[in-house]
């Protein structure tokens, strides 16, 4: 287990190159300028400006000299916010979006492992209609709409939750409903089909023949197979979760990384849009890997290769 997560750990830096190189071209070659919003600006001062971020040097040269700034941690600054550091807008960004897809992730999984067991334990029943209908609807909703319902109906009708801003634990509340419902659908669908398949094996059939009762059998011998495929999901929905949702973070007005990558594009700040790719490929690679190593600590009949 140790000589895999070292094996992947390692194609890690490849991948993250890959990701650098391929997001730095994409964003120089994008139409526009980054200082297009400076009015009146002299020749002058643009070729200053040009020079200060060493975007008058070959396209090449660039790259290395970023390369050569990221292996020393220095993500460069950016050309949008006036003297602040991509490594500063990012420490300061990630922790928002971190805290509320933590609590997005736990609701996802905690509401949607229950209502995928319910839903399989009494199969074909009101509840299990009732709670797959659920499941379609989240699936189904956008989440502008949801999220525009939720501050109707609990920051305008009931006045239960602040409706925008960042303030504290009761301006998580609707954001995070609203950034976990369609994972809670996910999840829930994905356990409800494998606790099915996995209550008709054969160990299954063998218990309830010697008896077992239909509770244990489903909460105790058929769970913890069931939820092998949830872990796999679990993987890259963790990144996208903890990393934030753009729309979420902007009808709320949360000051996460998600809106700064907005940002990054609309205003092509070149480096803080690298930087932000940077991460959200080391958050995913991660997350895909924990989910890999979880999988194998799961279930017992997977072994990696030494």
């Known amino acids: 287990m140790i000589n895999y997560i070292f094996r992947r750990i390692l194609i890690f830096i490849p991948v993250l190159l890959c990701i650098i190189l391929l997001t730095f071209i994409l964003v120089h070659n994008a139409p526009g300028s980054p200082f297009a919003a400076e009015k009146h600006i002299s020749d002058e001062t643009l070729a200053a400006l040009q020079k200060q971020y060493g975007l008058d040097q070959p ?52 509401f949607g492992i229950l209502f995928g067991v319910l839903s399989a334990y009494k199969r074909n029943t009101f509840l299990d209609h009732a709670a797959m209908g659920m499941a ?55 356990t409800r089909a494998s606790l099915i398949e996995v209550l008709s094996q054969d160990y299954i059939t063998a218990a309830r023949a010697k008896g077992v009762a239909e509770r244990p059998l489903v909460f105790t011998h058929a769970l913890k197979n069931g939820l092998i495929p949830v872990i796999s999901f679990l993987g890259p929905a963790a990144a996208y979760v903890l990393t934030g949702s753009v729309v979420v973070e902007k009808i709320f007005a949360i000051p996460g990384l998600g809106v700064n990558f907005v940002h990054s594009a609309l205003h092509r700040d070149y480096f803080l849009a690298v930087g932000c790719a940077l991460v959200y490929g080391v958050i995913l690679m991660f997350f895909n890997l924990l989910s890999d190593v979880l999988y194998g600590i799961v279930d017992p009949r997977i072994r990696y290769e030494k």
């Open 59 to 110: 396209l090449y040269k660039q790259m290395l000299l970023y390369l050569k700034n990221v292996a020393h941690g220095n993500l460069g600054l950016s050309m949008n916010y006036t003297d602040r550091s991509v490594n500063e807008i990012i420490f300061q960004a990630l922790p928002v979006s971190m805290r509320l897809g933590t609590f997005a992730l736990v609701l996802a999984v905690f």
């Open 136 to 190: 379609m609807i989240g699936i189904s909703i956008p989440s502008f709409v949801l999220a525009s319902f939720m501050i109707l109906i609990f920051s305008f009708y009931i006045k239960l939750f602040p409706a925008v801003g960042w303030a504290g634990p009761k301006y998580m509340v609707l954001p995070a409903l609203t950034l976990a419902a369609p994972y809670v659908a996910y999840i829930s669908r994905i």
